[in-house]
């Protein structure tokens, strides 16, 4: 079955490491993202992993994909108050759509 | 910012009512998705919209239908609406029934939430 599971909330100081994760049952999926929504906005892709890569970096991200234990993680370096956010986890398989987790509230303070 | 547009941003309705949706894709697009977002979820996809044919369902009844017109914007229609229809519903657009990996081409509008009371 298709089921993602995220932690809700998550709060870390300015400057630090935050460190979100994810775990989804589907095996067969080939594409793994991590989406940013702010309030009031839509979604935002943040990056994108493919099910054969074990990490991607971009910038101040990092995925890390474990794909035996079907765990994804995004590591955001220096987090910033603008960091703030819901980040959805997200997969698929045929590409047709997407299966979202429930969200992880990030938040930073000073 | 993206090219997606959504109408209405918010709207208000009763049970039993029903409601329609729209959605203007990015230049270039030619398929559109929706996503239903209930509060404290995640979106769940609805249906998708390619070539203005239906290319794929979510659990979701009958009730939930769509259109897609030539210009390959979109509509979301409604019926017989229920309280558990409140909800942000986004649409998304991307190039040929692509989730848009490949090249990060799928673009979400900011969304209509919708209130059944």
């Known amino acids: 079955g298709e089921d993602v599971e995220q932690s809700l909330f998550l709060s870390v100081r300015e400057g630090d490491s935050s460190v979100i994760n994810c775990t989804y049952t589907?095996?067969?999926?080939?594409?793994l993202y991590w989406y940013k929504q702010e309030p009031g906005a839509g979604l935002q892709l943040l990056t994108y992993?493919?099910?054969?890569?074990d990490m991607k970096q971009d910038q101040r991200l990092t995925v890390l994909l474990n794909k035996k234990d079907k765990h994804l993680s995004l590591r955001i370096a220096d987090t910033q108050t603008g960091d703030s956010a819901i980040y959805f986890c997200?997969?698929?398989?045929?590409?047709?759509?997407?299966?979202f987790g429930t969200g992880t509230r990030l938040q930073v303070f000073p | 910012e993206t090219g997606v547009t959504q109408s209405p941003t918010h709207l208000i309705k009763t049970r039993g009512q029903q409601v329609t949706l729209r959605c203007s894709s990015q230049s270039g697009h030619n398929t559109v998705s929706w996503y239903q977002q209930a509060l404290g979820q995640g979106p769940q996809f609805i249906f998708q919209y390619y070539r203005e044919e239906e290319n794929g369902r979510g659990n979701f009844p009958p009730r939930f239908s769509g259109l897609q017109f030539p210009n390959y914007s979109s509509e979301l229609n409604v019926n017989a609406l229920e309280l558990d229809d409140s909800a942000l519903y986004l649409c998304?657009?991307?190039?040929?029934?692509?989730?848009?990996?490949?090249?990060?081409?799928?673009?979400f509008g900011e969304g209509s939430r919708l209130t059944v009371l």
């Open positions: 589907d095996s067969s999926s080939t594409y």
């Open positions: 997200a997969e698929s398989y045929n590409t047709d759509k997407l299966i």
């Open positions: 992993i493919f099910s054969n890569m």
């Open positions: 998304a657009s991307s190039l040929d029934g692509l989730a848009g990996v490949g090249t990060g081409e799928l673009f």
